[in-house]
C-alpha cells in the first residue's frame, strides 16, 4: 500500500536525522583534548561554545516547530541540514575562540534546533495510535548515531589529525542528512497550517500557554536537560581523566548509545500503555540513580555499567516528550507547543555543560558536577509527580 510505505519511508527519514545530527554531537567532545592541545582553551571555554548551540537550538526549535507546522518537514530539514554539515567543515578551519563560539551558535545551531522538533512532531501526525513506540523507534536512531559515529571519528581522529576528520564528518553529514530530508513529508490531506488555523484537534499554543501544566512541562525539560547535554559531553574526556585511552573512552559512548536504544523502545511501548506521567517517573528515577553513582564510581568495570543504566533513562527521557505533549495537548499546535517545550530545555541544555565545564577547572574533578546534576533531577522528579494522570486535550 503506497500509504505505508510512505509513511514508513518517513520513519527512515527521520531515523537518519536523528542518527546524523547527535551521533556528530556525541562525537565532537572526542575534539576536546586536541583543541585543548593546540590552543590552550579550557574545558569551559569548549563547553561554553557548545552551549550556546544548545541555546540557539531552543530559540530555533520554537521557530522549526512553526515552520514545520506550516511548510512541512522536508523544506525545512533541508536546509537546516546543509547548515549543520557546513559547521564541522568551519570548525575544521578555526584558529580564535570567537569563531567557535560564531559557527556553533548559528550552523551547529540550525542543525541541531528541527532535529528533534519537526522529525517527532512529523511522526506524531503520521501514526495517531501508536506515538509512543514509533516516537522510540525514531529516536533508535539517535541511540545508532552514538553507538557508531564516536568510533569512527576516533579512528579519523587518529588516522587524519583533527582538522581532516571535521571536514570528513561534514562532508559525510551532508550526504545524509539530504537524504533524510528527501524521505520526509505530511501526511497526506494534511493543508499547511496557518495562524487561527483549526487543521488539528486540540488546543491552540495561546490556550496551552495559560495552563499550569504547559509551564510544568517547560520547567520539568529545563531540570533533566543539563544532564542530557552534559554527560554526553564531558563522559569521553571523563573516561581519559579516570585512564582510559581515546578508543576506550569512546565505547563509554558507544555503551551510552546501544542502552539508550533499550531505553526508547520500551518508554516509546509503555507511554502508549501506562500514559506518560508514569513513564516520566521511571525515567527520573533511573537517571538519578545513574547520577548518584557517577559521584563515586572509579573503576572502569563499574563505569561501563553506571553508564549503561544512565543510557536507559537518557533514551526514555528524548522519547516520551513528544508523546505526552500529544496525550495532553493534542495535535493542532503540537509543533509550537513541543518546540517551546523544548526551548526551555535547551536552556538547561546550555547551562549545564557550562557548569559541568567550570566545576572541574576549579575543582579538577567531576564529582561534584555530577552531584549537581543529580539535584536538578531530583527536583524535576518531584515536580513530575504533580502532573495530572492525563488531560484532554480541547
Not at 564528518?169 to 495562524?195: E, K, W, Y
Amino acid at each position: 500500500m503506497p500509504f505505508l510505505e510512505t509513511r514508513y519511508r518517513v520513519v527512515f527519514g527521520a531515523c537518519l536525522t536523528q542518527f546524523t545530527i547527535i551521533g556528530l554531537l556525541f562525537a565532537f567532545g572526542l575534539f576536546f583534548k586536541p583543541l585543548q592541545e593546540e590552543f590552550g582553551w579550557s574545558r569551559t571555554l569548549l563547553s561554553s561554545a557548545s552551549s550556546l548551540s544548545f541555546f540557539m537550538m531552543g530559540v530555533l526549535a520554537i521557530l522549526g516547530g512553526r515552520m514545520n507546522d506550516r511548510f512541512g518537514p522536508r523544506i525545512v530539514l533541508t536546509v537546516t541540514g546543509i547548515a549543520y554539515a557546513c559547521g564541522f567543515v568551519l570548525v575544521s578551519q578555526v584558529s580564535a575562540p570567537w569563531q567557535m563560539f560564531a559557527i556553533f551558535g548559528t550552523f551547529m545551531a540550525l542543525g541541531l534546533g528541527t532535529h528533534d522538533v519537526v522529525t517527532l512532531s512529523t511522526i506524531a501526525r503520521w501514526f495517531e495510535h501508536r506515538r509512543g513506540i514509533m516516537s522510540g523507534v525514531v529516536k533508535t536512531g539517535t541511540a545508532l548515531g552514538q553507538v557508531t559515529i564516536p568510533p569512527l571519528a576516533a579512528a579519523l581522529l587518529l588516522a587524519f589529525g583533527w582538522r581532516q576528520a571535521l571536514i570528513i564528518l561534514g562532508i559525510a553529514a551532508l550526504g545524509l542528512l539530504l537524504i533524510a530530508a528527501m524521505s520526509m513529508q505530511r501526511p497526506p490531506g494534511l493543508v499547511r497550517a496557518t495562524p487561527g488555523s483549526d487543521t488539528h484537534s486540540g488546543q491552540s499554543f495561546a490556550q496551552a500557554r495559560t495552563s499550569r501544566l504547559f509551564w510544568s512541562l517547560c520547567a520539568i525539560q529545563f531540570l533533566f536537560f543539563p544532564s542530557m547535554m552534559s554527560v554526553p559531553m564531558h563522559l569521553a574526556i571523563h573516561g581519559t581523566d579516570l585512564g582510559m585511552t581515546t578508543a576506550r573512552a569512546a565505547t563509554l559512548l558507544s555503551v551510552l548509545g546501544a542502552t539508550s536504544i533499550a531505553g526508547r523502545l520500551t518508554v516509546g511501548t509503555l507511554s502508549d500503555r501506562i500514559g506518560g506521567k508514569r513513564a516520566f517517573v521511571m525515567c527520573f528515577g533511573i537517571l538519578l540513580a545513574s547520577l548518584i553513582a557517577f559521584t563515586g564510581v572509579r573503576a572502569h568495570g563499574l563505569l561501563y555499567v553506571v553508564v549503561a543504566v544512565y543510557g536507559f533513562s537518557h533514551g526514555g527521557l528524548f522519547t516520551v516528550v513528544s508523546p505526552i505533549v500529544a496525550e495532553y495537548f493534542g495535535m493542532r499546535a503540537h509543533g509550537a507547543i513541543f518546540g517551546t517545550i523544548l526551548f526551555f530545555g535547551t536552556l538547561g541544555g546550555a547551562l549545564g555543560p557550562i557548569l559541568v565545564g567550570w566545576i572541574f577547572d576549579t575543582t579538577a574533578s567531576y564529582q561534584l558536577a555530577f552531584a549537581m546534576l543529580a539535584t536538578l533531577a531530583a527536583i524535576g522528579l518531584a515536580l513530575v509527580l504533580t502532573l495530572p494522570r492525563k488531560t484532554a486535550a480541547a
